[in-house]
């Protein structure tokens, strides 16, 4: 039987400003946010959307040349630092890690799918893709990872929204990679052909989770929608790249959970081509420590670099 609640958006829309929500005006970035508002007013905060354009959606430049990564993330964060809107919602993958100052996040709600998702012409696989298969990512983990898994396949360097990825796949691509998570926010889970086991296949630090950014003192207009588990785990998985000095685009694999009390990291560091690579993986009783994400983090991230990490691979920020 369906229980429904009785509507609180009227008792606080009464007295209550909207809170603004930036947004670039991409489909993905529309589809999380809009996730997030219908959580809001759910939860009985009025919203109202407002797009932002930013230059990583209007150039076709590649985002090296566009100064690395987070150009989507700082069109946002000055319209918020300007007072334009109230909050913005981020893929928390494609944030820098390195805090914005007078901003904070707010909010991590529960995570989706973590993982990659094959989407490839015909139904196949990465082992049944023919030889020399032409597969289309910008990652240079993704890149990394293919050439270790198929070093006989073309990674074609490609770049654009979702739609225009898939969009290639059977005309001059056999395959495309994404996050099965933008897949899903999109309604597209149909084009995924194989989801590439999180064990052989570590994502991205924070993929698969967004993060709702505010001015520091505003954190309760959206706190309501914080998931703990997922905030513990997406901060040890950031805290290897920021202690890497790693840039969100470094060919970097990390993995938390959380299970029975156990807090688990995992983090894979490739050599440009995939050849070489670095894992650590630790684990600790969430009880046992403060700051157990932290604490988890540096011993993975030391281990990392002792073992040479930073020789392996280009970490920093470089795409
Ligand atoms: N860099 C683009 C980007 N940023 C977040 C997602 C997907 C959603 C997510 O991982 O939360 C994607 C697309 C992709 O990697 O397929």
Not at 291 to 318: F, H, I, S, W
Request: contains cysteine; neutral net charge.
């Amino acid at each position: 039987m369906l229980r429904e609640r009785a509507p609180r958006v009227q008792t606080s829309a009464r007295g209550a400003a909207p809170v603004r929500i930036g947004t670039r005006g991409s489909a993905l970035a529309l589809a999380q946010t809009r996730v997030v508002a219908a959580a809001l007013e759910k939860s009985g905060v009025p919203v109202e959307l407002v797009t932002i354009s930013t230059e990583g959606d209007r150039s076709t430049e590649s985002l090296a040349s566009l100064g690395g990564t987070g150009v989507f993330a700082s069109a946002l964060r000055e319209a918020l630092v300007q007072g334009k809107c109230d909050a913005i919602v981020h893929s928390l993958k494609d944030l820098p890690t390195q805090p914005h100052p007078g901003l904070v996040i707010a909010a991590t709600p529960k995570r989706e799918d973590v993982r990659d998702a094959l989407c490839a012409r015909d139904g196949l696989t990465l082992d049944s893709l023919p030889e020399g298969a032409r597969i289309g990512t910008g990652s240079p983990r993704r890149r990394a990872q293919l050439s270790a898994r198929r070093p006989d396949v073309e990674v074609v360097d490609i770049r654009g929204n979702v739609d225009t990825r898939l969009g290639r796949v059977g005309v001059d691509l056999d395959a495309v990679i994404l996050a099965a998570a933008g897949l899903s926010r999109l309604g597209r889970l149909d084009a995924i052909t194989e989801y590439l086991g999180i064990d052989g296949w570590p994502t991205a630090p924070g993929q698969g989770a967004v993060a709702i950014e505010v001015r520091a003192g505003e954190e309760k207009s959206v706190s309501s929608l914080d998931h703990r588990p997922t905030r513990v785990t997406v901060d040890a998985e950031r805290q290897v790249l920021a202690l890497l000095e790693a840039g969100c685009a470094a060919p970097i694999g990390a993995h938390a959970l959380i299970d029975d009390g156990l807090l688990f990291l995992s983090a894979r560091v490739y050599s440009a081509d995939g050849a070489e690579r670095l894992t650590s993986s630790h684990a600790l009783y969430l009880s046992d420590v403060t700051n157990p994400a932290t604490e988890l983090a540096t011993r993975v991230a030391r281990e990392l670099l002792d073992a040479g990490a930073a020789t392996l691979a280009p970490l920093g920020g470089g795409v």
